[in-house]
């Protein structure tokens, strides 16, 4: 299984980042498809390669490609959105918030999956991304449509997670050189 060559990268010095990602992988907060967009969403948002690589394979026997190219839309589309709106709420000048975004996000809209799973998978990328006003607008958008404070805080774990993950990979292969 891809997770277990993922947790062979891992360094004892982060076994506790091995032991939540291999217990993450088998937590039933979510769905099979909420849980591995979750995870294939963050892994891209994040971008280390081969964390990439080993997630896209783990979470193939669990998504289609419609729901695997929508988890690589929330990580492409809160790429962008997440640095204009963190800046317009780090910004003291409040006019900038009147003024249209004129961005495409237009997959926002119609991800062609659930709009559960879309909006969680924005809101784990939108932790990675560290953006507040994204964080409670997803937030909101989740509650609106009856997600639990369980499955919200699932796919804030994955993120965690696989940022770590994705850090030590990253890390361990620069001290390879």
Not at 59 to 77: I, K, N, Q
Not at 142 to 152: D, E, I, M, P, S
Not at 155 to 170: G, H, Q
Request: glycine share 6%; proline share 3%; with cysteine.
């Amino acid at each position: 299984m891809s997770v277990d060559a993922l947790r062979d990268l891992i360094p004892s010095y982060a076994k506790d980042i091995s032991l939540n990602l291999s217990s993450l992988a088998t937590d039933t907060a979510l769905n099979e498809a909420q849980k591995w967009g979750t995870f294939l969403a963050s892994a891209h948002a994040v971008g280390t390669p081969e964390v990439i690589r080993q997630i896209e394979a783990a979470a193939a026997p669990h998504l289609d490609e419609t729901a695997a190219d929508a988890a690589r839309a929330a990580a492409a589309v809160m790429g962008m959105n997440n640095i204009y709106y963190r800046s317009l709420h780090l910004m003291h000048n409040q006019e900038y918030r009147t003024l249209p975004a004129r961005l495409r996000m237009n997959v926002i809209a119609n991800p062609g999956v659930d709009k559960v799973d879309f909006e969680l998978w924005s809101t784990a990328v939108s932790a990675i991304n560290g953006c507040g006003a994204c964080l409670d607008a997803h937030e909101a958008e989740l509650r609106k449509h009856g997600a639990t404070n369980v499955q919200v805080q699932a796919a804030l774990r994955i993120a965690a997670v696989v940022n770590a993950v994705s850090r030590v990979v990253a890390g361990e292969a620069a001290r390879r050189g």
